[in-house]
């Protein structure tokens, strides 16, 4: 597959391609803060309906597509989706999040999880990715979404979200044995479900590996990366031309670590300066981030001058624009607007000069 300049502007970023401006899409871009998105919550309470019903799940990915034309179109989803796919089960409550109802703590339970198929146990992915494609052409990129083994082994053992992390702490440190066996079939399952995600139609995808940043760097290097790299690896295998993002929430400490996954690109969050995190990562290594979703709260002009700060810290080669985590549900959907208007009038070579 060569690169075609006809490829969309955030595939061509991702895959090293100097472009004239950085390509932008928000992360959670679909979501609370816009009416729309409440709307239809009304309609549809339940938000495994909203990401699991092929038509709902199409107009939810689509609403900020309609709204923005972002670059990147991210499927509507969640990373424990695939979970009762293994045989967790799980729900997901309003507000709250995940939640497990058996929370994985045994060797017998971790002996009964079995493999994940995509086809039969996630038929609503393929309708989803392949009506975005089909909507969004080559005028957009349809990206993928997983979340990683070190988050989703947090949420099974867990059962819920968590301030301290201690259960799985405790696991990881008392009988880590049992806890790598977890993480390891979820590597295997995560990369079959990325593989799936690109063969329906996914450009690029991104993992979300959101409760690693609990980790201190040694930790991080024994019951996170291994297994990001475990998933990387696989999926390069099968498809080495998909580029591979990876998010780490508060990766401020383990950043240079995010670099030895595999990832094509590192997720960048607001606590590192772009310029730092440029020079921390090496010109190799390509970056997406990082304004404070909070920036989205001022004027109009302090929205202005942080995009060009962090277009112009980050350079003219390798840079996806983006919010260092979530668009924050009670932002103004006008600023939003802003957001996009004013990162796709950019002209890079202009900043950085």
Known sequence: MGVSSTAPHLLRAARGEIVDRPPVWMMRQAGRYMKAYRDLREKYPSFR???????????????????????????????????????????????????????????????????LDPEAALPFIKPILQALRQEVGNKSTVLGFVGAPWTLAAYAVEGKGSKTYSIIKNLAFSDPAILHQLLTKLADAIAIYARYQIDCGAQVVQMFDSWAGQLSPQDYDTFALPYQRRVFQQVKQTHPDTPLILLVSGSAGVLERMAQSGADIVTVDWAV?????????GKHVKVQGNLDPGVLYGSKEFIRDRIYDTVRKAGNWGHILNLGHGVLPDTPEENVAFFFETAKQLSTAALVS
């Not at 300066?273 to 990562?281: F, I």
């Open 273 to 281: 300066d772009m310029a730092d995190a440029r020079a921390r990562l």
């Open 49 to 115: 309906d909203r990401s699991e019903i092929p038509e709902v799940a199409i107009e939810v990915s689509l609403q900020p597509w309609k709204a923005f034309q972002p670059d990147g179109v991210i499927l509507f989803s969640d990373i424990v989706t695939p979970l009762p796919g293994l045989g967790i089960d799980m729900d997901i409550a309003e507000g709250k999040g995940p939640i497990i109802h058996s929370p994985i703590r045994t060797q017998a339970q971790i002996d009964s999880l079995h493999d």
